[in-house]
Each structure stands twice: as structure tokens, then as C-alpha cells.
């Protein structure tokens, strides 16, 4: 069975510092997607940043990287320079590439991130 | 890019009545998801289309659950018959086609308050 694991029910971090989001996974698809979604208090869901299973390289999208260790089946979120805006709730997914999959996203629980000034 | 829309954003209704909510998802894409998120966990799975076929229902979805997606536009989830238990954010997804890099992008969600 998959499974997206996030140990961290809340978190705090000090404006323009980094913090890392931990998120680990389950699965035994060789192929599969990992994705990072943001959820402000407002409801929506925002995409932030995509890793693929075979992708050599960590993926980054501005101050989001994501540091992946695919032995670990680890996939966290680092946020560099964290700003007031981003306190919100942040979700780990996972989307399997198989043939005959539905494409849909598993999530974990989330961490809720709040940023202090 | 409009973005995914859901409507309404909030519903309150009595135990019992039904309900309906609508998703426009972004104009190109052919897949469109529901999900499911009560307070405190992850949205979960509910169902989904590509096109105007339904092709897969998580077991969550119960005979009282219902969506469509004619002409492979706009869909509509209805819950008959509503219960104290379907209370939770209804979320919306469309994607272009399934493949795992494709990123699915949420509407606004619709909070449904059962009294």
C-alpha cells in the first residue's frame, strides 16, 4: 500500500530563515511522482515543486527545494528565506506512474508552518 | 489560465437534504478530480474523469455520492441524502492527462456544513 508519512504536525521558523519539511513515503511502484502543495488558510491548494522518481537532481523552484534521497524514500521540503506569507499548512503527495494508475495524489496529514517576524 | 473554480465556496445545509457542487477546471485539461479533506488530515481521493468518463470511484464514495462531467467540461458532485459525516472541504483538481509529473491544480474548495 502507498503511504506519504509527515512526523511534523506544526512547525515555527524566524523570518529570512530556512526550515526543512520532512515528508517520507511508501511505495513499491518503481515509478512515481512527488509533489508539494501549500494550503493557506484560505483553502486552496498551491502546487510549489515536482520530483520525479528517476530525476538525478534535487529539484528547485525559486525558495523551494526539494531534497530527495530516494534510498530513505525521503522527499523533504526546504524553504529558504521564509517569509510571513508563507505560514500555511504544506502537504506531502505522492502520484504513482503505472500503467493502469489513476493519477491520484495521496497526501500526507501536512505540517503547519508558522513563520514568526 | 482562469484557474480551477469551485462553487459554491461555502454550503450549509440541514441533515438530510441534498446537495450539489460544481467545478470548472482549467479549459485544457482533460483529467478532473475529486477529493475529500476533513479538518486536521490530507484531501483523500474520491473520484475522477478523463474527459467526460468517470473511470475510477475510491471506496469513500458511497451510493449517496454522485458526480458527472457531461460533455467533458464542467462537473457537478451531488451528495443525496447528506449526513452529519459529510461534513469537510470538497476539493477540485484537473491536470493534463495522468502522468506522474503532471501536477494537478486545486480550486478554491467548497466547505460543506451539515446542521
Known amino acids: 500500500a502507498q503511504k506519504i508519512t509527515q512526523t511534523q504536525p506544526g512547525m515555527f521558523v524566524q523570518e529570512k530563515e530556512a526550515v526543512t519539511l520532512d515528508c517520507t513515503y511508501d511505495?513499491?511502484?518503481?515509478?512515481?511522482?512527488l509533489f508539494w502543495y501549500k494550503q493557506p488558510s484560505s483553502g486552496e491548494m498551491i502546487f510549489l515543486i515536482y520530483?520525479?522518481?528517476?530525476?538525478?537532481q534535487n529539484a528547485t523552484e525559486g525558495r523551494y527545494s526539494l531534497n530527495f534521497q530516494k534510498a530513505r524514500k525521503s522527499a523533504n521540503l526546504v524553504i529558504s528565506a521564509s517569509q510571513l506569507g508563507d505560514s500555511a499548512m504544506y502537504f506531502c503527495?505522492?502520484?504513482?506512474?503505472?500503467?493502469?494508475?489513476?493519477?491520484?495524489?495521496?497526501f500526507g496529514k501536512g505540517t503547519k508552518l508558522s513563520v514568526k517576524p | 489560465d482562469t484557474g480551477v473554480s469551485q462553487n459554491p465556496r461555502h454550503k450549509i445545509t440541514k441533515r438530510g437534504q441534498n446537495v450539489t457542487f460544481r467545478c470548472d477546471p482549467i479549459?485544457?485539461?482533460?483529467?478532473l478530480y475529486w477529493y475529500r479533506q476533513t479538518l486536521g488530515q490530507g484531501p483523500e481521493f474520491l473520484t475522477y474523469?478523463?474527459?467526460?468518463?468517470?473511470?475510477?470511484k475510491s471506496r469513500l464514495l458511497s451510493d449517496r455520492f454522485s458526480a458527472e462531467r457531461p460533455k467533458g467540461s464542467f462537473s457537478t458532485l451531488e451528495i443525496q441524502r447528506t449526513e452529519q459525516g459529510d461534513s469537510a472541504m470538497y476539493l477540485c483538481?484537473?491536470?493534463?492527462?495522468?502522468?506522474?509529473?503532471?501536477?494537478?491544480?486545486f480550486g478554491d474548495g467548497t466547505r460543506l456544513s451539515i446542521l
Open positions: 511505495t513499491s511502484d518503481p515509478s512515481y511522482g
Open positions: 483538481a484537473s491536470s493534463f492527462g495522468g502522468a506522474s509529473n503532471q501536477p494537478q491544480h
Open positions: 520530483q520525479g522518481s528517476y530525476d538525478q
Open positions: 479549459s485544457e485539461h482533460n483529467r
Open positions: 474523469f478523463q474527459n467526460e468518463a468517470q473511470l475510477e
Open positions: 503527495a505522492m502520484r504513482r506512474n503505472h500503467r493502469g494508475s489513476q493519477g491520484n495524489l495521496i
